[in-house]
Each structure stands twice: as C-alpha cells, then as structure tokens.
C-alpha cells in the first residue's frame, strides 16, 4: 500500500465519482443543464448571434481534439483552417518524422545485420520509396482523421480567420460567432536573425520533403528536431556536426540524459559542437559555410535550422481584439481561459511544452470545460517527454536540479540497460534514471523518471502512471514486470530505488 501521502494527494484524482457526460452518452436532463449554463453567458444579448456552440481557429493537434471532444458531448461545432486539418504533427512533424526515423533504424538493422548472424547489407537509401512510405502514413492518418470530423458533424470552414473581438472568428467576410472561441493556431520554425530559409538552409519543413540523402549535414539546435533529423541522417550515411549553444544536448533533460546520448552519439559518429554560438552561414554554389564564434567554420550540403518554434499569431488579430499577448504566446490561467470572457488558447500557442499529446489534453480540456463538466487542471510537470532518436529519450517529471530546487533533499538511482536481458537481445545500451523526493530515510514518491536507450519511449506510459499517482518506489517494486521485456528494466530500477535491487551490482 502506498503511504501516507505527504502533499496534496494523487496528482490525478482518482476518487471522483464517474460522470455520465464524459462517456458521450448524455441524458435530456445533462442537455437541458448544459443548455442553461451556456445561456448564462453574462453578453446575453450576444448570444441570439451565436451559431454555433464552440468557434475552433486552428485545425491541428490542439484544435481538433476540442473540437473531437466538444463534439462527442452534444456541442455544435465550427473549426477554421487553412491548410490541412491534422496541422504541424500529422503532416509536417511528429507523424513523418517518425516515419523517417522508423526507415532510419530499418536501415541500420540492415547495416549491422551481421552482428546477430544475418548477412545483409545495406545498400543505399532510395528517398523517393522512403518518402512515398511516409507520405502513404500520413495519408491514411489524414483520411481517418477527415471521416472523424465528419462523422462527429463538426462544421469546417476552409479559410484563413481573423479573430475580431466577441468571441467571433471572421473568414473571407464571413463572422463566426460562438458561445466560446478556442485559439489554436500553432506554431512556426523559427530561425535566427540574418539566417535566412532558402536553398541549401532549410528548416524542419523542408527537410521532410528532401529528395536525396545530403552528404554533410550541419544541425542547427541540439534539442529534439535537430537530434531527431541528426540521428535519421546519420542512419541514411551522412555525416552530421550538431551545434549548439547551450552546454549539451537535449538541454531541457536532466543532465544524465545528455551524457548518455551525447556517449551513444559519438559512437554512431555523429559530431556536435557544444557551448558554442553560430555567427553566420554564407551559401555557394555546391556547399553551405556555417561559421562560428569561436572563429571556426563547417562545409556541408546543407544546414538544418532548428533552433525552437515560435508561437503562429501574427495576423490573427488576437493583439488587435483585445487577447493579452507576451512575446507572441498567448497567456493563458491554468483553465486555458485568455483575459477575455469566453475565449481560451491551446496547444504551442501557450507557452510550454510544445508537444502533440499536450495540445490534445488542453483540447480536451477546454471542451470539458465549456460543456460545463469542470476537468481536473493539467499538470504540465505530469506530460511525458520523448525525443524518439536512436537512442531514445523520455523522461516524466522533475529533473534531479529542479527537484532538488523543490524539495531540497532527494534521492537517485540509475538502473544500467546493460543488465536487462531484452536490451542486451537488443544491442542497445542506455539506462532509467528514477529521481523520488527525500533521502533514504524519509523517502517520498518518485518525482522524476528519465530513460535513455533504443525503445524507451515505450516505458513512458507507465512511466507517467508512476509519477502521476504520486507512486512510492516500494509500489513499484511489488509489480511483476514480464520477462525478458525492457519495462523490467522499469521495475529493477524501483526495485533499486526500494532498497533491494535484484540484477544490478552495488
Ligand atoms: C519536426 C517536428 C516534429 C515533431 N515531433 C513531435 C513528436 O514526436 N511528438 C509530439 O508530441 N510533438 C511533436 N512535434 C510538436 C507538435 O507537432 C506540436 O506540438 C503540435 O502540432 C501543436 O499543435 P497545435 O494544435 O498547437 O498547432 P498546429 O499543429 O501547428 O496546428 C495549428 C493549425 O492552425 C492552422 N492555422 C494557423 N493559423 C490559422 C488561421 N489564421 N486560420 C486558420 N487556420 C490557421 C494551421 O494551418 C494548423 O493546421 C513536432 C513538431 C515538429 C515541427
């Protein structure tokens, strides 16, 4: 049994009653209550202009959960966009860079097939069959997302919209007023003063429709795109120097993640350039310069600019309606709610992290929200993290500095790959680092879980569970994780945290 807890509780409450609307399956009297609390919109008046429940500018990963979920709750629902619905993840970020990366790790299983006994070899990379097998992916993701939308009865409006004040969204002429608004806008590939995109220097964007392998490759940004494209490339044959300004990569991971890939990259002889600033990049005929601070330089056939992603707000009249703006984000209170009455933001428009998976939830969250079902608030510090190289790596909750920031004193164990039997089947090194609030003697609940290896992306969800429900190492330890799976890993490293590890030395 979990002790008693020393803080506010699970971080997930699991103790309230189930309610019927959150399956979908509202009864005449939930309608009729949902009803009533969205005409207690205190513009009362406003309300005889609204068409529609829930107005969603912006179609992507943010905006069409809200508008999925609203819709599953009996909400009327109008979502704007003006491109394809599925935004920056399904078709120009997670989805075909998971693709890239899944050929990635099919060619070095071909490359190195000789080290478990099968004679193969690779022969070359053909990027027009790896594009058309990553394009076919995100096809059929694009379809089933499509029939969704369409089966929910969510109206789409193609176009660009302007948010103009009173929870109303204009395209092409066209007002669209709803009882709430959600902003959903996204974000853009941001570059660096006088680093213009174009040619041989490109961003994520177009990297992913690149039709050839490049020979020399320099990253912009050691933080998740630019390790991702860093470790696809190399996999395809290139060579690849990282540069980046902060002291290691993947800087927003605890320090232990970064010396591990940082270790695994300089075995798959991937180079990178640490605490050092890019100062310009001049572009020839067959070769792009990137030059910096310290006075070097570096030839390659291109350079990848990945240096973060900026809020997509400009020209969407937020500023000039009234929205509350901080250096293009839009701020929002810890329910979503903008300054305005009505009007929420989810999704890279927020500050945080920038993930799928984040915007879902506060999708979700807001339509919950509005249907008047009052959610439990996100804890940002609970959504898991994963740069999906080779090695991966993910993480949930606090780094060791933050934690120790927050409770003082706490306890470490890392739990080294090198003694589970399906990472050694694997070939793959790395380990689970598990941060828990206390020292050994008056320990509290693991507050931070961080795994570096091939597949450890795949431990995340229960990785989550872990510090979600505020569970103590000695929980853990009691759960049988199967044989021979990487999740034992997971449980020896609790096991070890709980004081009586199993197969690990010391
Ligand atoms: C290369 C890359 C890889 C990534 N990999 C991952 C990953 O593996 N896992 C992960 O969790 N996250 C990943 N991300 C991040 C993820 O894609 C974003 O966090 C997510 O897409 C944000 O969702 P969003 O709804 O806020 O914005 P978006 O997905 O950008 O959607 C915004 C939508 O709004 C539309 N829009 C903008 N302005 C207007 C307007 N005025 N009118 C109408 N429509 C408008 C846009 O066309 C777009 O479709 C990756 C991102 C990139 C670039």
């Known amino acids: 049994m979990m002790p008693p807890q020393p803080e506010c509780g699970p971080r997930i409450d699991t103790s309230r009653p189930h309610d019927p609307a959150t399956t979908g399956k509202w009864k005449d009297d939930d309608h009729a209550a949902h009803a009533a609390r969205l005409d207690a919109h205190p513009d ?29 709750l009996g909400l009327t629902v109008t979502m704007i966009e003006n491109d394809k619905v599925g935004g920056t993840c399904l078709h120009k970020g997670c989805i075909p860079t998971k693709a890239l990366l899944h050929a990635a790790e099919v060619a070095d299983s071909a490359r190195h097939g000789d080290a478990v006994g099968v004679k193969s070899s690779l022969e070359g990379i053909d990027m027009s069959g790896v594009n058309s097998y990553k394009d076919g992916v995100v096809a059929k993701l694009y379809k089933g997302l499509q029939g969704l939308v369409k089966s929910r009865k969510i109206t789409v409006v193609e176009g660009t919209g302007r948010f103009v004040g009173d929870r109303t969204v204009e395209v092409d002429g066209q007002r669209y007023t709803g009882k709430a608004v959600v902003l959903a806008t996204g974000s853009y590939a941001r570059s660096l003063p006088g680093l213009d995109i174009g040619g041989r220097i490109m961003t994520s964007e177009q990297a992913l429709t690149l039709d050839h392998v490049p020979d020399r490759v320099v990253v912009l940004g050691g933080g998740v795109i630019g390790v991702e494209f860093a470790s696809v490339w190399r996999s ?31 075995k798959r002889g991937i180079e990178f350039r640490t605490g050092v600033k890019f100062v310009g990049a001049e572009q020839g005929e067959s070769n792009v310069t990137v030059r910096l601070e310290d006075g070097s330089s570096l030839e390659a056939d291109l350079l990848l600019v990945a240096v973060g992603r900026g809020p997509s707000t400009a020209d969407t009249g ?14 929002t209170d810890e329910r979503l709610r903008t300054n305005l009455d009505g009007v929420y933001a989810v999704g890279d428009i927020v500050a945080g992290l920038q993930l799928a998976h984040r915007g879902f939830a506060q999708g979700i969250f807001v339509a919950e929200e509005v249907a008047g079902l009052h959610p439990q608030v996100i804890d940002e510090v609970g959504i898991p993290r994963v740069t999906y ?23 470490t164990v890392v739990y080294d790959l090198a003694g589970n039997g399906k990472s050694q089947i694997l070939r793959t090194a790395g380990g689970i680092k598990l941060v828990r609030s206390g020292g050994a003697d008056t320990p509290g609940p693991v507050v931070g879980v961080h795994m570096v290896g091939e597949r ?7 990785a989550q569970l872990v510090y979600n429900w505020e569970a103590y190492a000695d929980d853990v330890a009691q759960l049988i994780h199967a044989h021979p799976t990487q999740t034992e890993a997971f449980g020896e490293a609790h096991l070890a945290l709980a004081g009586k590890p199993l197969h690990a030395h010391g």
């Open 44 to 72: 009362d008046e406003e309300t005889t202009l609204t068409d529609t429940d829930l107005v969603v500018l912006g179609g992507g990963s943010g905006g069409y959960a809200a508008a999925l979920r609203a819709a599953q």
């Open 236 to 266: 395809f044959g290139a060579e690849v120097t990282i540069v980046e300004a902060l002291p290691r990569l993947v800087a927003a991971e605890d320090e232990w993640c970064s010396k591990q890939i940082e270790r695994a990259f300089r």
């Open 389 to 411: 190289s080779n090695p991966e790596v993910a993480s949930v909750g606090l780094t060791e500095a933050q934690a120790k920031e927050r409770y003082g004193e706490v306890s």
């Open 456 to 462: 450890v992306g795949e431990l995340v969800g229960e």
């Open 318 to 331: 937020f500023a000039e309606a009234g929205v509350t703006m901080d250096r293009g984000f839009v701020p």
